[in-house]
């Protein structure tokens, strides 16, 4: 039976191999860089190709500084460096030290070719871009079924609103049968009538994105009634369906934020609004009730009833303000009277009776001052302190003056 090796072994002895080669241990290669990365520790990773074939290269942070330009997807470079295997993984790979500069890849002429024409043709105006509405139903996807990128895309759009429709057209997105499979996906979905389109895969180097850089996708892209959201790659890869799309999405991710509402922010503004309006209400009505009393206020006091009793109430405002005013008049009428009386007093026969005179008056009432007044036989009554008394004259004397006064008077 023959010897049994385990994997390490194997893979250390074609290290040995590798090694004792003196042409794979200093070896400069000339290839169309893609898949480059720059990793946090300070290496680059990238991969070298041409029409048939493809080459893994690492370059390691010491060599780095050799290194006076920033390596790039398709630009052209000879790559000075060894070739040995990586034990781990079983696989070769191009240990670089010296990168040179060897001009544009043909992919990227390419490209750079296609733009300038598309872009003389129109596809890029914005006139001609459709706004993707912000309340969507029904979501087209065209990518691959399998992969990040539709998880990705269902992921957030689920989400953001698990009340959406996501439609998939599984379309071929590397490779000669990507064109038509995309541009077969973007006109299916668009039949079917979805609201918006995310058109796209993941990351991938130029070669393998390059189906997104095709005139047919482009055409197809710009000839859609629906909105596109081109989302091909990473945020720094750049495809021509994302100059003629819609709107340009980073990454497939971000293609989904942009294509489908977030519900739930949706519903907090309506609550949001609900209070805001629910308060509006509430002031408002306030303030209607508020003219409603006051308007009803107004109405009682020019009602009649209010007038009745406002009238009412003047009137016996009035009676008291009448009677005070009286009882007030009548209390200073009162103490004039008084005031009458004493002065009054001072001048009444009464008075001077109680001081010992008295007061004779004839029938008539006339006050006897004078014997001319009075005839013999007549009856007088004379008023004394404590009563009257009623006599009859039965002679009339008086003095010499008087008496040739009556004679006098009475010889005319």
Same mark, same amino acid.
């Given at each position: 039976?023959?010897?049994?090796?385990?994997?390490?072994?194997?893979?250390?002895?074609?290290?040995?191999? &590798?090694?004792?080669?003196?042409?794979?241990?200093?070896?400069?290669?000339?290839?169309?860089?893609?898949?480059?990365?720059?990793?946090?520790?300070?290496?680059?990773?990238?991969?070298?190709?041409?029409?048939?074939?493809?080459?893994?290269?690492?370059?390691?942070?010491?060599?780095?500084?050799?290194?006076?330009?920033?390596?790039?997807?398709?630009?052209?470079?000879?790559?000075?460096?060894?070739?040995?295997?990586?034990?781990?993984?079983?696989?070769?790979?191009?240990?670089?030290?010296?990168?040179?500069?060897?001009?544009?890849?043909?992919?990227?002429?390419?490209?750079?070719?296609?733009?300038?024409?598309?872009?003389?043709?129109?596809?890029?105006?914005?006139?001609?871009?459709?706004?993707?509405?912000?309340?969507?139903?029904?979501?087209?996807?065209?990518?691959?079924?399998?992969?990040?990128?539709?998880?990705?895309?269902?992921?957030?759009?689920?989400?953001?609103?698990?009340?959406?429709?996501?439609?998939?057209?599984?379309?071929?997105?590397?490779?000669?049968?990507?064109?038509?499979?995309?541009?077969?996906?973007?006109?299916?979905?668009?039949?079917?009538?979805?609201?918006?389109?995310?058109?796209?895969?993941?990351?991938?180097?130029?070669?393998?994105?390059?189906?997104?850089?095709?005139?047919?996708?482009?055409?197809?892209? &710009?000839?859609?009634?629906?909105?596109?959201?081109?989302?091909?790659?990473?945020?720094?890869?750049?495809?021509?369906?994302?100059?003629?799309?819609?709107?340009?999405?980073?990454?497939?991710?971000?293609?989904?934020?942009?294509?489908?509402?977030?519900?739930?922010?949706?519903?907090?503004?309506?609550?949001?609004?609900?209070?805001?309006?629910?308060?509006?209400?509430?002031?408002?009505?306030?303030?209607?009730?508020?003219?409603?009393?006051?308007?009803?206020?107004?109405?009682?006091?020019?009602?009649?009833?209010?007038?009745?009793?406002?009238?009412?109430?003047?009137?016996?405002?009035?009676?008291?303000?009448?009677?005070?005013?009286?009882?007030?008049?009548?209390?200073?009428?009162?103490?004039?009277?008084?005031?009458?009386?004493?002065?009054?007093?001072?001048?009444?026969?009464?008075?001077?009776?109680?001081?010992?005179?008295?007061?004779?008056?004839?029938?008539?009432?006339?006050?006897?001052?004078?014997?001319?007044?009075?005839?013999?036989?007549?009856?007088?009554?004379?008023?004394?302190?404590?009563?009257?008394?009623?006599?009859?004259?039965?002679?009339?004397?008086?003095?010499?003056?008087?008496?040739?006064?009556?004679?006098?008077?009475?010889?005319?």
């Amino acid at each position: 039976m023959s010897n049994i090796y385990t994997v390490t072994q194997i893979n250390r002895y074609i290290k040995n191999m &590798f090694t004792q080669d003196y042409l794979l241990q200093s070896v400069s290669i000339r290839g169309e860089v893609s898949n480059c990365k720059y990793h946090s520790s300070g290496h680059i990773y990238f991969t070298l190709k041409d029409r048939e074939g493809t080459l893994s290269c690492i370059m390691f942070a010491g060599y780095r500084k050799e290194l006076n330009f920033l390596l790039q997807e398709g630009q052209q470079v000879v790559v000075q460096g060894g070739i040995a295997v990586y034990e781990r993984d079983g696989k070769y790979q191009l240990y670089a030290r010296k990168i040179e500069k060897s001009g544009e890849g043909a992919l990227f002429e390419e490209f750079q070719r296609l733009k300038a024409r598309l872009k003389e043709k129109g596809l890029f105006e914005n006139m001609y871009k459709q706004p993707v509405p912000a309340y969507i139903r029904t979501l087209g996807v065209v990518t691959a079924s399998t992969g990040a990128a539709i998880r990705d895309i269902v992921q957030v759009a689920k989400r953001r609103n698990p009340f959406l429709q996501i439609l998939l057209y599984p379309a071929v997105v590397q490779g000669e049968a990507a064109v038509p499979s995309i541009v077969k996906g973007i006109r299916a979905l668009e039949q079917v009538g979805v609201d918006v389109m995310i058109v796209g895969r993941g990351g991938g180097s130029l070669e393998d994105l390059w189906a997104f850089n095709s005139e047919e996708v482009a055409q197809a892209v &710009f000839d859609c009634s629906v909105p596109i959201i081109s989302a091909v790659g990473h945020e720094t890869d750049t495809t021509i369906i994302d100059y003629v799309a819609d709107l340009r999405a980073p990454t497939p991710s971000a293609a989904a934020e942009l294509a489908v509402y977030d519900v739930y922010a949706f519903f907090l503004q309506l609550r949001e609004r609900e209070d805001s309006l629910r308060q509006y209400m509430q002031k408002r009505i306030q303030i209607e009730r508020m003219r409603l009393e006051q308007k009803s206020l107004r109405l009682k006091a020019l009602s009649p009833l209010n007038q009745i009793r406002e009238k009412r109430f003047w009137c016996i405002r009035s009676e008291e303000i009448l009677r005070e005013t009286m009882e007030k008049r009548l209390r200073h009428k009162r103490v004039e009277l008084e005031l009458w009386i004493e002065r009054l007093q001072g001048l009444s026969p009464l008075e001077k009776l109680k001081q010992g005179y008295s007061y004779t008056v004839n029938k008539q009432g006339e006050n006897i001052r004078d014997i001319a007044q009075v005839e013999q036989g007549e009856e007088l009554t004379i008023y004394v302190t404590n009563g009257q008394i009623v006599t009859q004259v039965k002679e009339i004397q008086g003095g010499k003056e008087e008496r040739e006064s009556t004679d006098a008077g009475g010889g005319a």
